[in-house]
């Protein structure tokens, strides 16, 4: 089955940037999406960008829509949610999930794996 494993949070200042990867093991690109998702303490996961396996098709949530880019490295069965110009109301654990089915791709329940998460903090 696939594994996905999250890696490069941190803790960065206002208007800092970061980049995040998903390594996906056990998956080779074909149909379905790898979304990143995130969640703050007492609050409902949200939906931050999705990016095809195939084709060229992205997606991105409004509040991050020009400030994140996301992206992938098929040699590497990776994906990268590049961050740019980050706000404190960024600050959550960011997982990434796969979703081998079509459907909305900004819908949690719709995918199939999930990583572990990683912790994004950003500072005043």
């Known amino acids: 089955q696939v594994q996905l494993v999250e890696s490069g949070g941190g803790s960065v200042q206002a208007g800092g940037s970061l980049r995040l990867s998903c390594a996906a093991s056990?998956?080779?690109?074909?149909?379905?999406?790898l979304g990143w998702f995130r969640q703050a303490p007492g609050k409902e996961r949200e939906f931050v960008a999705a990016?095809?396996?195939?084709?060229?098709?992205?997606y991105y949530a409004d509040s991050v829509k020009g400030r994140f880019t996301i992206s992938r490295d098929n040699a590497k069965s990776t994906v990268y949610l590049q961050m740019g110009s980050l706000k404190p109301e960024d600050t959550a654990v960011y997982y990434c999930?796969?979703?081998?089915?079509?459907?909305?791709?900004?819908?949690?329940?719709?995918?199939?794996?999930w990583g572990q998460g990683t912790q994004v903090t950003v500072s005043s």
């Open positions: 999930a796969d979703k081998f089915s079509a459907g909305s791709p900004t819908q949690s329940f719709r995918y199939d794996n």
């Open positions: 056990g998956r080779t690109f074909g149909s379905g999406v």
């Open positions: 990016i095809r396996w195939s084709g060229t098709m992205s």
